[in-house]
C-alpha cells in the first residue's frame, strides 16, 4: 500500500507513470524489410513469412468460404450460443450509433450538408496467442458490418499444421465476413495495406497486436496515401476507484483480471480506506493462487500500486490525469459519481460491473485507447468505420449575398481569384 500524501512529486508521477514500452532498436528495421518483401513480392512473401515465424508449411492463405459456413457445426451449444448473445448486444448497442445526415440553410439561398459514407474496405486484425479471440472479431466485425463496408478482410495468423478456431470462423460468419487470411504480424498489415494476390487492399485497419504489428500499422500508415489506422495501442490496464463500502474480492478479481493480459499490463486501485486496501492486498494473494496465469499477473502486478487518497475526489482527480483504459467505480451512489469521470476509455459502474463483461458481451466495445491516450482518443465505435463529407447547394442570389463576406475576405488574405470565382459568376461571366 502507498500512502499519496507521504510521497514526494517523483514517486507520485512514477505511480501514473506506464511501464516502458520498448520496441527494441531493431523493429522499425525488421518492418521495413517485411514491409518492402510484401511490396515486392505479395503471396510468396506472406508464404515464406509463415514458414520463418509460425512453422507453417501449407501454401493456403485463404480461407474457403465452405469452412467458414460450416464452422457453427464444429462447435458446442454453449460456445455458439454465448457469441450470438455477445453478438446480439454488441450488434443492438451500434446499431444506435447509425448517422443521420444532416442539413442547415444558413442563410437564404446556402444549403449546407454534413453526410456519411461508409469506408469502402477495412481489414479487421485479430492477434494469435494462447486462445482464440471471437470477442475480437465481434467488436471489430459488428462496426464493419453495420456501416455496410463493400470489403472487410479479416487476418488472423495460425501455428504450424492448426487451423483457425471455429469460434472465429463462427464469429466472422455472424459479422458477414466471408475474406479471412491465413497469416499474421507486421507482413499482412502490409498485405491489407497494399493488396496482394489473395489480400485485397483496404483502406483502414483496425485491431491490437505485438510491437512489429504496431510498427507496421504506424509506417504504413505514413507512407502507403490514403491509408489509415484505428489508434494508438499499447498494454492493457485498469484502474479502480472504490470506498469502504465496495467489496474487496470484487476489486482484487477486477485488478487481476487485467493483470493477466501480460507482464506489461497495468492496474491501479485508488481508495479512501485503508482497511479496505489491506483485504484487497489479502485478496489478490489468495486468488493469485488459483490462477492458471498466475506468474504473467504477478508480473504486471510489479508494475502496479494501491494507493491511499485523501478522497474519492482525489482519486476522480488522479484517474484524470492518468487516463485509464478501463475505469470501474465500486463506490457508494457509484451512478451518481460517472459525471465526475474525464478521460477513461470505458467506464464500469458499480459492484456487479466487472470489466470483463465489456470485454465480451455487454454491448459497449473492448477496443479501448491505452497509454493515457483516452485524454484524446474514443472507444472504437461505428463512426471510426465512416468518412464524414460536405455538401453544399447555392442559388444565385445566396451567393449574392453571400459575397458579402466572400470578397473581402479574398482581398484581406490576398486571393484575387478567391474573389474573381465570385465575382465572375455574379457579372454574367464576365470579369
Known amino acids: 500500500m502507498l500512502v499519496w500524501d507521504q510521497l514526494d512529486q517523483q514517486a507520485q508521477q512514477a505511480i501514473l507513470t506506464r511501464p516502458a514500452v520498448s520496441a527494441g532498436a531493431g523493429v522499425q528495421a525488421a518492418v521495413e524489410d517485411i514491409i518492402d518483401s510484401v511490396r515486392q513480392k505479395g503471396d ?32 458446442s451449444n454453449e460456445l455458439k450460443s454465448a457469441i450470438d448473445q455477445a453478438y446480439n448486444n454488441v450488434r443492438a448497442f451500434h446499431e444506435l450509433q447509425l448517422p443521420v445526415p444532416k442539413q442547415l440553410e444558413t442563410q437564404p439561398g446556402v444549403v449546407c450538408e454534413l453526410k456519411y459514407q461508409a469506408i469502402d474496405a477495412v481489414g479487421i486484425y485479430v492477434p494469435g496467442g494462447s486462445a482464440p479471440l471471437p470477442s ?14 463493400n470489403t472487410v478482410v479479416l487476418a488472423t495468423p495460425v501455428k504450424g499444421e492448426e487451423s483457425i478456431h471455429p469460434a472465429i470462423l463462427y464469429a466472422a460468419k455472424k459479422c458477414g465476413i466471408n475474406i479471412i487470411i491465413e497469416s ?109 496465469r498466475a506468474e504473467i499477473a504477478k508480473q504486471a502486478m510489479n508494475n502496479s500500486a494501491l494507493v491511499l487518497v485523501e478522497s474519492i475526489d482525489k482519486a476522480f482527480e488522479l484517474s484524470a490525469e492518468y487516463g485509464p483504459e478501463h475505469l470501474i467505480l465500486q463506490l457508494r451512489d457509484a451512478q451518481s459519481r460517472v459525471d465526475l469521470v474525464k478521460n477513461a476509455g470505458s467506464v464500469f459502474v458499480g459492484d456487479y460491473t466487472p470489466e470483463s463483461a465489456g470485454d465480451y458481451a455487454s454491448g459497449t466495445n473492448h477496443v479501448l485507447p491505452t497509454y493515457g491516450y483516452s485524454k484524446t482518443y474514443s472507444s472504437l465505435n461505428l463512426m471510426d468505420f465512416f468518412r464524414t463529407y460536405t455538401v453544399q447547394s447555392i442559388t444565385k442570389q445566396g451567393l449574392s449575398d453571400l459575397s458579402k463576406a466572400i470578397l473581402p475576405l479574398a482581398e484581406a488574405e490576398g486571393l484575387d481569384a478567391h474573389a474573381n ?10 470579369q
Do not use: W
Open 184 to 292: 499474421g504480424g507486421a507482413g499482412v498489415i502490409a498485405a491489407m495495406a497494399l493488396g496482394t494476390e489473395s489480400v485485397p487492399k483496404v483502406d483502414k485497419v483496425f485491431g491490437p497486436g505485438n510491437a512489429y504489428v504496431t510498427m507496421a500499422k504506424q509506417l504504413l500508415s505514413q507512407s502507403v496515401p490514403g491509408f489509415a489506422i484505428d489508434m494508438p495501442a499499447g498494454p492493457s490496464e485498469v484502474l479502480v476507484i472504490a470506498d469502504e463500502n465496495a467489496n474487496p474480492a470484487f476489486a482484487a478479481a477486477d485488478l487481476l483480471s487485467q493483470a493477466e493480459h501480460g507482464a506489461d499490463s497495468q492496474v491501479l486501485l485508488l481508495s479512501d480506506s485503508e482497511a479496505f486496501i489491506t483485504e484487497v492486498e489479502a485478496e489478490i494473494a489468495r486468488q493469485l493462487a488459483e490462477l492458471s
Open 136 to 149: 475480437s472479431v465481434l467488436m471489430q466485425g459488428v462496426c464493419a458490418q453495420l456501416s455496410g463496408a
Open 421 to 430: 470565382a465570385v465575382a465572375i459568376r455574379l457579372n454574367g461571366g464576365k
Open 44 to 75: 510468396q512473401a506472406l508464404l515464406e513469412m509463415a514458414k520463418q515465424f509460425d512453422n507453417r508449411q501449407s501454401d493456403r492463405l485463404r480461407v474457403p468460404e465452405d469452412e467458414i459456413t460450416q464452422s457453427e457445426f464444429q462447435l
